[in-house]
């Protein structure tokens, strides 16, 4: 069975850092891009970084460009998103979610997600 | 990276057949054929309903369909059933190796 399990959510203060963590099982983790989407309470899901299957290549949206890392540990079966400089607006449930496209193409087209982990930016 | 545009809410009897459309531009939706669908229901994870515009993954209902027409895509929902009330997100790839998705239609089973 695929799944995606996601830890490291917290609260957090404005300006601080947190490390979010998801751990990959059921699939050749090394050949599928993976994504982060987060939804804010009561709102859609929004698209927040990929990275390619060797880490080479990584994209974000535009609000978090310069303060978000996305990472992978292949060995480990592990994706990361490092957060700094955290603002209220990143207040969210973030998920890391597989992409389907075939032999290492983006689609966006995500399956399955994992259960989220709340991020919570407030003093 | 503007949000696509879906009605907020939709809604049907049972056994009918609702359709939530999802207008972007010439960027995305209308550039390219990777749009998605998806289907949550509440406290629970978005689940992939519809890929690649019109393609079910495996154990999707056939009552689920997907189509596009420019910058416009659509998903039907056909002989609506109670479990079909929840939240439908569009996504659609949006060059760059990026993606947006949709705000989201309400799914109301009267």
């Known amino acids: 069975e695929v799944q995606l399990v996601e830890s490291g959510g917290g609260l957090v203060q404005p300006g601080g850092s947190l490390r979010l963590s998801c751990a990959a099982s059921g699939f050749t983790f090394s050949r599928q891009w993976m994504t982060w989407i987060r939804q804010a309470p009561g709102k859609g899901p929004e698209w927040v970084a990929n990275i390619y299957l060797d880490g080479s290549r990584k994209y974000y949206v535009d609000s978090v460009r310069g303060r978000f890392t996305v990472s992978r540990d292949n060995a480990r079966n592990l994706l990361y998103l490092q957060m700094n400089n955290l603002r209220a607006e990143d207040t969210a449930l973030y998920y890391c979610?597989?992409?389907?496209?075939?032999?290492?193409?983006?689609?966006?087209?995500?399956?399955?997600w994992g259960q989220g982990t709340l991020v919570t930016v407030s003093s | 990276q503007s949000a696509l545009t879906q009605p907020r809410s939709v809604s049907g009897s049972p056994g009918q057949s609702v359709t939530i459309s999802c207008t972007g531009t010439s960027s995305d939706v209308g550039g390219y054929g990777y749009v998605s669908w998806y289907r949550q229901h509440p406290g629970k994870a978005p689940q992939l309903m519809i890929y690649d515009v019109g393609k079910r993954p495996s154990g999707v209902p056939d009552r689920f369909s997907g189509s596009k027409s420019g910058n416009t895509a659509s998903l039907t929902i056909s002989g609506l059933q109670t479990e079909d009330e929840a939240e439908y997100y569009c996504?659609?790839?949006?060059?760059?190796?990026?993606?947006?998705f949709g705000a989201g239609t309400k799914v109301t089973v009267l």
């Open positions: 996504c659609s790839y949006a060059g760059s190796y990026t993606s947006v």
């Open positions: 979610a597989r992409d389907l496209g075939p032999s290492g193409w983006y689609r966006g087209w995500f399956d399955p």
